[in-house]
C-alpha cells in the first residue's frame, strides 16, 4: 500500500512555487487517497451582503465558492465568472479520467496520482502515472512511462487541458518529457462538452501502447554538431532567451548545467563563458541525438518557480525538437 499523501514543500517560503502568482501545495498518492484532497466549489450569483442599504445582484456575473472540507472550516469565494461559463468541478475530472483508465482495463491500484493544487484549489494539475506493464525502455536504460496530465480550473484562469503521452521521470527530479500521444484542450464555455473528454482519455488510453516505437525516434536521430549549435543560438535563443539557450546547449554536450558568471556579455549562447555547475541525472549520452537534446530543455522547463511557465516551456519542446531535426 502507497503512503498516505504527503504535502512536499521547498525548504524556504519564499521560494515554494507558485501558479499565476498564487502558492501551490503538491500530493502524491493511490486513487483512494488523493480523490480526499480535492475540494468541491459551487456556484452562487455575484451581490453584494445588504447591510440594510439598497442593493442587487449583478446579472452577468456569478461567483464561485470553493466549500469547506471539514466540519468548522468556512467557505472562500476565488473567483467571479460570467453566465456563460461552464463550471467544471476538479472531481469531475478526476472521477472521468479513472473512469477512463478503468474503461482501458489498467488496474487503477497500480496508477500512482500526483495533484497540484493552488492554495483555495482554484487551479488543479493532475498526473496519473500508469504501471510498469505500460513503460518502454531506452538505450540509456531510464524508463519512459505513460502519463496522464490533467489541467482545470474553476475561475476562468486556465482552459481545461488534458495530454496523453509518453514520458520519462529520472530520479527523484521529475524531470519529464515525451511525446505527446493526444491532447484536448477547451474553454470553460456553454461550448465544453464534457462528454468529449470522456471520449478523449478512453480512445486515447486504448491505444497508447500501439505506438511505443515512436518513441525511440528522437534517440535514433542523431544531430549533427554545427546544426545544433546554429538551432541553440537562432531558435532556442529566440524562443527561451539567451541563458536557457546557454544552459541547455552545455547539458545537451556535456551533462552539466552551466552559470553565467558575465551575464552581460556579448555572444552567441554557444559561446558564452560558462562555470560548469551540477550534473543533470538523466542527461548523459554517448552521442548528440534528438532525444537527449529534449531532457536538457525538460530539465530547464521543469525548474521554473512558476508552475505556468514550467507548462508552457513542455509544450513548446516538441515543436522546438522537431524543429531542431528539420535542421539537420
Known amino acids: 500500500m502507497m503512503p498516505t499523501p504527503t504535502v512536499r514543500r521547498l525548504a524556504l517560503p519564499s521560494i515554494r512555487q507558485k501558479w499565476l502568482g498564487v502558492p501551490v501545495t503538491e500530493f502524491t498518492g493511490d486513487i483512494a487517497q488523493i480523490a480526499r484532497k480535492i475540494p468541491r466549489f459551487s456556484r452562487v450569483p455575484f451581490a453584494l451582503n445588504s447591510d440594510g442599504s439598497p442593493c442587487k445582484e449583478n446579472p452577468y456575473l456569478d461567483m464561485i465558492i470553493q466549500e469547506p472540507t471539514n466540519g468548522p472550516a468556512t467557505r472562500v469565494p476565488i473567483g467571479v465568472v460570467s453566465k456563460s461559463y461552464t463550471l467544471l468541478q476538479h472531481r469531475s475530472v478526476f472521477e472521468r479520467a479513472v473512469n477512463a483508465i478503468?474503461?482501458?482495463?489498467?488496474?487503477?491500484?497500480?496508477?500512482?496520482?500526483?495533484?497540484?493544487?493552488?492554495?483555495?484549489g482554484e487551479r488543479m494539475a493532475l498526473q496519473f502515472l500508469f504501471p510498469d506493464e505500460f513503460s518502454t525502455t531506452p538505450r540509456d536504460g531510464r524508463k519512459l512511462s505513460l502519463r496522464l496530465y490533467c489541467i482545470n480550473s474553476v475561475d476562468g484562469s486556465h482552459v481545461f487541458d488534458a495530454s496523453l503521452g509518453w514520458f520519462r521521470l529520472v530520479c527523484s527530479n521529475g524531470l519529464i518529457i515525451g511525446t505527446i500521444k493526444g491532447r484536448f484542450k477547451k474553454a470553460h464555455t456553454e461550448f465544453l462538452d464534457i462528454n468529449k473528454i470522456d471520449e478523449f482519455l478512453k480512445a486515447g488510453i486504448a491505444g497508447a501502447t500501439l505506438d511505443r516505437w515512436r518513441l525511440m525516434r528522437w534517440e535514433s536521430t542523431k544531430i549533427r554538431e554545427d546544426v545544433f549549435r546554429r538551432w541553440v543560438d537562432e531558435s532556442l535563443k529566440s524562443a527561451w532567451g539567451v541563458k536557457a539557450a546557454t544552459r541547455a546547449y552545455h547539458i545537451a554536450r556535456y551533462g552539466f548545467d552551466v552559470e553565467l558568471p558575465v551575464p552581460f556579455e556579448k555572444a552567441l549562447p554557444s559561446q558564452r563563458t560558462v562555470k560548469r555547475a551540477a550534473k543533470v541525472p538523466g542527461a548523459e549520452f554517448d552521442d548528440l541525438n534528438a532525444f537527449g537534446i529534449s531532457?536538457?530543455?525538460?530539465?530547464?522547463?521543469?525548474?521554473?518557480?512558476?508552475?505556468?511557465?514550467?507548462?508552457?516551456?513542455?509544450?513548446?519542446?516538441?515543436?522546438?525538437?522537431?524543429?531542431?531535426?528539420?535542421?539537420?
Open 102 to 120: 478503468r474503461a482501458a482495463k489498467v488496474d487503477v491500484d497500480k496508477i500512482r496520482v500526483d495533484l497540484t493544487l493552488t492554495d483555495h
Open 295 to 328: 531532457q536538457a530543455l525538460s530539465w530547464l522547463a521543469k525548474e521554473r518557480r512558476e508552475l505556468q511557465e514550467h507548462l508552457n516551456r513542455e509544450r513548446q519542446i516538441r515543436p522546438l525538437i522537431k524543429r531542431l531535426i528539420a535542421l539537420n
